[in-house]
Structures are given as structure tokens and as C-alpha cells.
């Protein structure tokens, strides 16, 4: 339960300000996802990143900037959010030594975001 | 756009009997499957997956069966018990550039004791 972490959990925030979202896994995997959760739809893939490097941005809004300092974490920079926005993000890493794996995805428990 | 159908999006059942969640995808290159469960306010967990060479697997009373000619998978929980209620999502691998998975919308099961 405790491979990937993300803080904060829980964070409500106006149209206006700036937050950031954090991940980090302690599997020793490459690769890392955002995904984004809202009610009744599949999850959504945003980012992918593979030995820091990002590999796939799925046409998400750039009010939405994704960094990736070292394989282990991953943020996920928030500002001048939309209501609409307000979902669950959840982070999930893989082992991923190639780029072009299939190996599991493991999720972090998610920061459940709220835009005023 | 490639995407993976899930069905049904609710199911009830009582417990002891057993229940089925079919997923239907559409790239046929695709070659993993994931099952991942998901209990309210925590993260979805891999509960059993099965590769493309393999037609069934099972693991105690979990079981995923894959038809590759149909391009469709489905979940089988025998016995169920109270504590299977959860969320299950099905998903399947897509080759982009990178691989990534494309998930269903899941299916919201309740076991009723």
C-alpha cells in the first residue's frame, strides 16, 4: 500500500490559484502516469513520462504542467483550473525498462481535487 | 479512436453466486489485459491480468477468460462475498508509441449478504 504515495489527498482550490499535485513511488520502476478519475467515466490517461522523459501528453489542457525531476517523482502543477477540472487524480508507476513494456501499472491512493 | 467497452456498469448478485464482467476492445494488437479493483475512496488494485498467448487464467476464485478472434475478456468471480463489492475496471494495451493502457468505465458490483 505504501509503493506509490501522493499528497496531498484531499485539495479544494479557486479558479484563480496555483497548487501542486505530488507523486513518488519507492518501487524502484521508470516509468510514471497521471490519470484523471471523474464520476461515471473511464480513466483518463494525461501523462506518461519514461526515465523522466515524457512520452505522451493526451492532449491535455496546459493549464495542467507535469514535471518529472528523477524516475521516482512526478508532479502535477495545477493554475487557472475550470470547475470541470474537479475530479480524482490518481498517479500510477510501472517498471517500463524499455518504453515499450506492458508491465503493470501500480496506483497511488489519488488526490481527490475540488475547483471552486 | 481505440477504446474498450465494459459491461454491465452495475451488478448486483447474492452472495455465493458468482459473477461475470465482460470487456470488449478494439485494437487488435493488443496483447495485455489488467483487471484492477477499486473500493470506495482508495486506489485501484490489480486484482489478475492475462497476456495474449494465454486463453484463461485463474487465481483462487478470480478467473479471466480472453478471446482474441472476438477481442473480448471477461472477469469470473465464483462465491462471491460481501467484500467483493467494489468498482472493477477492465483495461487493455495499446501501442501509441508508448504503451498505455485504455480503460473500460467499469462496472460497479454490490454483493448483497
Known amino acids: 500500500e505504501t509503493g506509490v504515495t501522493q499528497t496531498p489527498r484531499h485539495l479544494v482550490m479557486g479558479m484563480t490559484n496555483k497548487k501542486s499535485l505530488k507523486c513518488e513511488q519507492h518501487l524502484g520502476h521508470n516509468a510514471m502516469y497521471w490519470y484523471k478519475q471523474s464520476a461515471k467515466k473511464p480513466l483518463e490517461l494525461m501523462f506518461v513520462y519514461n526515465f523522466k522523459e515524457q512520452t505522451e501528453n493526451n492532449s491535455v489542457p496546459s493549464r495542467f504542467s507535469p514535471e518529472c525531476p528523477n524516475s521516482s517523482h512526478l508532479f502535477l502543477h495545477l493554475h487557472t483550473l475550470q470547475p470541470e477540472d474537479s475530479a480524482l487524480y490518481l498517479c500510477a508507476s510501472s517498471q517500463d525498462r524499455t518504453g515499450r513494456s506492458t508491465d503493470t501499472q501500480y496506483f497511488g491512493p489519488g488526490t481527490r481535487l475540488t475547483v471552486l | 479512436g481505440e477504446n474498450v467497452e465494459q459491461h454491465p456498469s452495475t451488478l448486483s448478485v447474492q452472495e455465493g453466486d458468482s459473477a461475470v464482467i465482460k470487456c470488449t476492445y478494439s485494437d487488435s494488437a493488443s496483447n495485455y489485459f489488467p483487471w484492477y479493483k477499486q473500493e470506495l475512496g482508495k486506489r485501484p488494485q490489480l486484482i489478475i491480468d492475462?497476456?495474449?498467448?494465454?486463453g484463461e487464467k485463474k487465481d483462487q476464485r478470480i478467473a479471466v477468460t480472453l478471446n482474441k478472434t472476438a477481442k473480448h475478456f471477461s472477469l469470473h468471480i465464483t462465491e462471491t462475498q460481501p467484500e467483493d463489492s467494489a468498482v472493477y475496471f477492465c483495461?487493455?494495451?495499446?501501442?501509441?508509441?508508448?504503451?498505455?493502457?485504455?480503460f473500460g468505465t467499469g462496472t460497479r458490483l454490490k454483493v448483497l449478504a
Open positions: 492475462i497476456r495474449s498467448n494465454v
Open positions: 483495461a487493455a494495451t495499446i501501442d501509441s508509441g508508448t504503451y498505455k493502457y485504455i
